[in-house]
């Protein structure tokens, strides 16, 4: 019988930070595993903990103490770079706020993650436009981010995060700053792309995208008090 790795586990992972004289314990000793070709929303309010580790989780910040393996490997012996390479090599990353380059048009903004791995001109030119109509934006090619609404921008941010085919996608609060009807657009998205063969980890306190992946992990004061398999 073959022995699968994870893609993620983490074990008792820690992350406190001082604040003045307190010490506050964003999260305090969190296990899990999380497999190839899982959709899973980490869920919880405001506060609980759920950026912190997903930030962890997508190796943009390291745990005060406990183990984070990636395919199997430690994480904690590596370096800023090799940190680096597995990020834009294996990571695709969607935020609530959507960081889009003000100064370049939707087709250029998802071409920037190939222009970091040196892909030809070419070859990103003819992967932004595959993605773009992906998202529902075939016709937006060369909108600049003020042209497009907030849910276009989203759907733009999911097509850079797609850039460099990633086996894991991970989004913090993408409905976050959008009313609810694109909301659930975004959500849809999401669900498509999973049932594609993507790993999607989504942290959100939205119920809506949570009871549409087929994991729950419910956070609460830095600790997993559920995991629920659906």
């Not at 000793?29 to 869920?43: A, P, Q, R, T």
């Not at 942290?203 to 004061?221: C, F, P, Q, W």
């Amino acid at each position: 019988m073959i022995n699968v790795k994870p893609l993620i586990e983490t074990k008792s992972l820690h992350k406190h930070y001082k604040l003045g004289e307190t010490i506050v314990k964003a999260n305090n000793g969190i296990d899990l595993k999380i497999n190839k070709g899982e959709f899973v929303s980490i869920f919880g309010p405001s506060g609980c903990g759920k950026s912190t580790l997903m930030h962890m989780l997508g190796l943009l910040d390291k745990p005060t103490k406990g183990e984070l393996l990636f395919k199997g490997k430690k994480t904690s012996n590596l370096n800023d770079d090799e940190k680096t390479h597995i990020r834009n090599k294996n990571i695709g990353f969607v935020f609530q706020f959507f960081f889009l380059s003000p100064n370049l048009n939707a087709l250029e903004n998802v071409q920037l993650p190939m222009i970091f791995k040196n892909e030809n001109k070419e070859k990103r030119d003819k992967r932004a436009k595959e993605l773009l109509k992906l998202v529902g934006l075939g016709d937006r090619l060369h909108h600049m981010p003020y042209q497009l609404s907030g849910g276009q921008r989203q759907r733009v941010a999911i097509a850079r995060a797609l850039a460099n085919e990633p086996e894991l996608i991970l989004a913090d609060e993408p409905t976050g700053n959008l009313d609810s009807k694109t909301g659930d657009e975004v959500e849809k998205l999401f669900n498509n792309l999973w049932k594609k063969g993507n790993t999607v980890i989504v942290v959100t306190h939205d119920k809506g995208i949570a009871e549409r992946s087929n994991r729950i992990i419910y956070l609460k004061d830095g600790k997993v008090t559920k995991d629920v398999k659906r």
